[in-house]
């Protein structure tokens, strides 16, 4: 890798041996991948995906605080992961005991931590750090240093940013030094797809589903997408975002994904079209059947199948403001179709602190409330992820929170009507 | 016995029973659980992999393709690295992923007295033939000996 003068002088210790130590990182994760050069980091803002003060993760706290004393704070600020806690979400005596004491201990003195090395705002947590209520939406072409494999794959996908998958540590290097190492998603070349997916479904296909079965298949290729825009339409609304958000997410987590086009919806892929594709790509097949393998083949890992489910998450990614409103107005049909006057299972929405303040003053969030569903803003992964909640039997619609946790994977037609009783039976 | 040759990304040499995983290694979802509460031999977590599901990792050759999921993927290995859980190599029949890569390259640079040889590009071939419990033995030059 050929660096500057200036990077060259950082690495051999002009601005001391942590900020050297930092661009040795970069420079070694660099020439993992035949990096050509290191670039400028871009964007306005930087995102993180270490938002929780776990316990397990002393090592990272003990680097974060080495880059502190040394006065290795990034230009940037950064918006970081959800919360792991919020008093409101339903756990038990022993559990908030646990959680508190235990797990995440060190919760209060890394937010410390967070606020030290740049945090935007108190309410900078969430994983959908660039819906527009947050604030952290990078432009077109804007080179990242993020982690969060759903935040980045958004971002390179539907905002046409550029962004490897940095793992957690690696992303406040990046925004440390100010460069990434050149490689990957952030070339022309490495943007071109290797899969074709050809979307031939009779009807619009589970957001979380069709990610799921993509990751899983194409794992860190990028796949270029044909008849989704069928579905979706050609122009990037709230409604085909949040469905993307969502998509992503689950291409990220069940696979590797890190960038996907599709066919006249997104940005790259409305520019360059079939230009994008590689030649000799592979090609992926989803129809009606290949969904129901997929779902039917997820493994039920609770120790009693046929449990009743005791807490249900919807919002993993977090919701944004479109979907809070939807799913309002679908739980309130479904408890008005079947007559109960509250949701039958606990039901925990989430979605980031900007995006709830502004709900909050829509009319939307007291006929929520009235529906006995809670707002959170948690991190439901993080919630989930110890003994006490993975024994509990938990249905969500996120495919992300299926792969990382105990919880069971159900559509949100299958969710709705499991907490409802409404609607349609699925 | 067959021998093997893929690309130094961190060096070192070790002997160590095979333990294969021929999809993608989510990285959070193998360790967590096992770092989190104590598991010093590393059980595996991650429900979605058969071949790993509730085997133990520590001191095993870890025989993969990929990293896959999280991008807390590098910090988690990095932990398990400080923590001293880390497998005993990891060996990647394709290109290293950015993760597992981070993991690595962090280990090197910030941690003292850590040994976690990585090789990648062994190609499929490898991946074929490694069986569980099968003896490898990793060369400072990339070289992996299956037997």
């Known amino acids: 890798m050929i660096l500057t003068k200036e ?263 409305k520019e360059q079209g079939r230009a994008l594709i590689k030649e000799n790509a592979k090609v992926y097949v989803i129809d009606d059947a290949e969904l129901e393998r997929v779902q039917a083949n997820y493994p039920v890992i609770w120790k009693n199948p046929d449990a009743a489910p005791k807490l249900c998450f919807v919002g993993c990614p977090h919701l944004s403001m479109k979907q809070l409103i939807d799913w309002t107005e679908k739980v309130e049909k479904g408890l008005e179709a079947s007559g109960n006057k509250k949701v039958l299972i606990p039901t925990v929405f989430t979605t980031p602190p900007a995006v709830k303040a502004e709900f909050e003053k829509t009319e939307y969030a007291a006929r929520l409330e009235k529906t006995g569903v809670i707002l959170s803003s948690i991190c439901p992964l993080m919630y989930m992820n110890n003994p006490l909640c993975a024994k509990m039997p938990v249905i969500t619609c996120s495919n992300k929170l299926r792969t990382y946790t105990t919880s069971r994977y159900y559509t949100e037609e299958e969710i709705l009507y499991k907490i409802t009783e409404g609607g349609k039976k699925a | 016995m067959k021998e093997f040759k893929g690309r130094v990304v961190a060096p070192g040499t070790v002997t160590a029973p095979a333990l294969v995983s021929h999809g993608g290694l989510n990285t959070l979802a193998s360790f967590q659980k096992a770092l989190q509460f104590g598991d010093k031999k590393a059980t595996c977590g991650d429900q979605n992999n058969p071949d790993l599901y509730g085997k133990e990792m520590v001191g095993k050759a870890l025989c993969l393709p990929m990293t896959i999921g999280s991008t807390t993927g590098g910090l988690v290995l990095y932990c398990a690295c400080a923590m001293k859980r880390q497998p005993a190599c990891l060996l990647f029949s394709e290109h290293i992923d950015s993760l597992a890569a981070a993991g690595s390259v962090l280990a090197s640079v910030w941690l003292d007295e850590v040994s976690m040889p990585v090789i990648d590009c062994l190609g499929k071939d490898f991946l074929d033939y490694v069986k569980d419990g099968m003896s490898i033995t990793v060369k400072d030059d990339g070289t992996v000996v299956v037997e």
């Open chain 1, 7 to 269: 990077q060259q002088a950082i690495l051999d210790g002009s601005e001391g041996e942590v900020k050297a130590k930092v661009m040795k990182t970069l420079v070694m994760y660099g020439d993992t991948f035949e990096a050509d050069k290191l670039v400028p980091v871009t964007s306005k803002y930087n995102h993180l995906v270490t938002s929780f003060g776990l316990k397990m993760m002393t090592p990272v706290f003990e680097l974060m605080q080495k880059l502190i004393d040394a006065g290795a704070i990034s230009e940037q600020q950064f918006s970081v992961d959800p919360r792991p806690l919020d008093p409101k979400v339903p756990a038990n005596f022993l559990q908030k005991f646990i959680f508190k004491n235990f797990m995440y201990s060190t919760q209060e003195s890394y937010e410390q931590q967070l606020k030290q090395l740049g945090l935007m705002d108190e309410n900078a947590f969430t994983c959908a750090c660039y819906l527009d209520e947050v604030g952290n939406k990078p432009g077109k072409g804007d080179v990242l240093s993020w982690a969060e494999s759903s935040a980045v794959v958004y971002a390179n996908s539907v905002l046409g940013a550029r962004c490897n998958r940095n793992s957690g540590i690696m992303d406040i290097m990046g925004s440390i030094a100010g460069y990434v190492p050149h490689f990957g998603l952030l070339t022309d070349e490495g943007r071109r797809a290797s899969w074709i997916v050809k979307v031939n479904t009779t009807k619009k296909p589970e957001a979380q589903l069709l990610g799921s079965a993509i990751g899983m298949k194409v794992m860190e290729d990028v796949p270029f997408i044909e008849g989704l825009d069928a579905w979706l339409g050609e122009e990037l609304t709230d409604e085909a975002c949040a469905y993307l958000k969502d998509f992503g997410a689950a291409t990220a987590s069940n696979g590797a994904v890190g960038l996907y086009h599709i066919e006249n919806l997104t940005p790259e892929a």
